[in-house]
């Protein structure tokens, strides 16, 4: 069983959320969704003398030495990414439309809760930063595949259950643990959305809030909410 695998410290989290069973609950990643993630990444790297070399869905093999152009080693990327959060997690710029598109959602009844892989230590720096930009709802520090959490949270209300996330993983992640929950791929970044299909769990693929509202409202209303 899927939640199961819930690590202690994201179940700890879960488990002080309040949620009412009867209204419909939108879970959301952060980085790349609600906040530009890549955009911010690309600042930071700025400042270390280092660009992204967006060739590919991926960071390791695409981070570069601006004098050189020699590519960042593979291992070195943790770290970098690790430092990376430290400093810029409470900096990130909010996605255009996203603040508009969820509180639309919230005043028409939907449930809202970011599910991020952000570290623990960034979880509170994240919560701030994502509230000051008009994204005040609870934030859970995941870790790992998203599919136990959202699970759980699956197991709390009745739902219709909508995730949102950029990585192809964690939505194929999501199908399975709990197949009746609408997946959508959503990548803020067009040169990013560009360089990979849509994510084959998911229902839609997007790069536009507006465009992911009017889907949510659709399936809303479809469904008698
Ligand atoms: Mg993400």
Known sequence: MSIANLEPLVLE?????????????????ADEVLLQFVAGLETYLEGREMWLDLQ???????????QSNEVVPTEDVPALLSDFFAASTGDLKAVAGAADALAAL????AQIIVLTNVPHEQRHVRQECLARQGLDYPVIANQGLKGPAVAYLAQQCKGPFFFLDDIPHNIASVAK??????????????????????????QIQSSSWPQTHAYIEKELTRLGH
Do not use: E, V, Y
Request: with cysteine; aromatic share 4%.
């Open 13 to 29: 989290q879960l488990q002080t959320l309040t949620l009412d069973p009867t209204r419909p609950l939108i879970i959301s990643d």
């Open 56 to 66: 590919s869905f991926a960071l390791s093999g695409n981070i570069k030495h601006k």
């Open 106 to 109: 919230h005043k028409r009844g």
């Open 177 to 202: 643990a709990h197949a009746s929950t609408k997946c959508i791929h959503f990548i803020a970044d067009k040169r990013l959305a560009r360089l990979i299909d849509p994510a084959k769990d998911s």
